[in-house]
């Protein structure tokens, strides 16, 4: 069975350039986050969706970042514009999740490596 | 968010066992405790999940007290591949009730012959 898919695996971009990065979550995960992983540090979620609803967005600046789950499946998270600091490594990961839940074994992806020049 | 406390290093030899403690205090009812390992340039990959007192699975145990309010991940024999870096995790699966998800800043478990 495939794993978590993400694309592009590297991102080269100048400052105040869009970019935006690639999920497909294995199959029939229902939940799928978005982290941000700066070096030295934990992956930082930026949102959760459940199915095709965003439950937890409260920590994605959503002046600059946005994303979509359609269907419930793929996830397309956006920068723009980007700014140096938004260098990184973006992960995706996904899991399903039972109700009531049975605890939550999430699934990640290589991750895309983000370079803001 | 459930802030967790993990000691940043730790070093050990090849078959020995190693246990690698986290601190959450303000743990809720609905959460989880999950431990990660991360290799360089991949993402984390779960090792093991608990509610309470003591999980095992054929790669590590996981140790609960009673109260929940620290938790030890515990690796027998380490070989140099489990040189890694090792994140616990609390927080609730679903919205409505407990901690959100939240990954420490790591243990950086460094294995010698």
């Known amino acids: 069975e495939a794993g978590v898919v993400q694309s592009p695996r590297y991102k080269i971009i100048e400052k105040k350039q869009p970019v935006a990065f690639w999920c497909n979550p294995i199959?029939?995960?229902?939940?799928l986050y978005w982290y941000l992983q700066n070096l030295g540090q934990g992956p930082e979620l930026l949102i959760r969706?459940?199915?095709?609803?965003?439950?937890?967005d409260s920590q994605l600046p959503k002046d600059r970042f946005s994303a979509e789950r359609l269907k419930g499946v793929d996830s397309t998270l956006k920068i723009q514009p980007a700014e140096l600091g938004d260098s990184a490594v973006y992960l995706c990961?996904?899991?399903?999740?039972?109700?009531?839940?049975?605890?939550?074994?999430?699934?990640f992806g290589p991750g895309t490596r983000l370079t803001v020049l | 968010l459930a802030k967790t406390t993990q000691p940043i290093s730790m070093d050990s030899y090849e078959g020995q066992e190693v246990n690698i403690t986290c601190s959450h205090n303000?743990?809720?009812?609905?959460?989880?405790i999950t431990w990660y390992q991360q290799f360089p340039s991949q993402g984390p990959r779960f090792i093991i999940q608990?509610?309470?007192t003591k999980v095992t699975n054929e790669v590590a145990s996981l140790f609960i007290p009673a109260d929940r309010k620290s938790s030890t991940l515990s690796l027998p024999r380490v070989s140099l591949s489990d040189t890694a870096v090792y994140y616990c995790?609390?927080?609730?699966?679903?919205?409505?009730?407990?901690?959100?998800?939240?990954f420490g800043t790591g243990t950086q478990l460094k294995v010698e012959l």
């Open positions: 990961a996904s899991s399903f999740v039972a109700n009531p839940p049975q605890g939550n074994e999430q699934f």
């Open positions: 199959s029939g995960h229902n939940t």
């Open positions: 608990g509610y309470k």
């Open positions: 303000n743990i809720a009812t609905n959460d989880y």
């Open positions: 969706y459940e199915n095709e609803e965003a439950v937890d």
């Open positions: 995790l609390v927080g609730a699966s679903l919205t409505g009730g407990g901690n959100k998800l939240t």
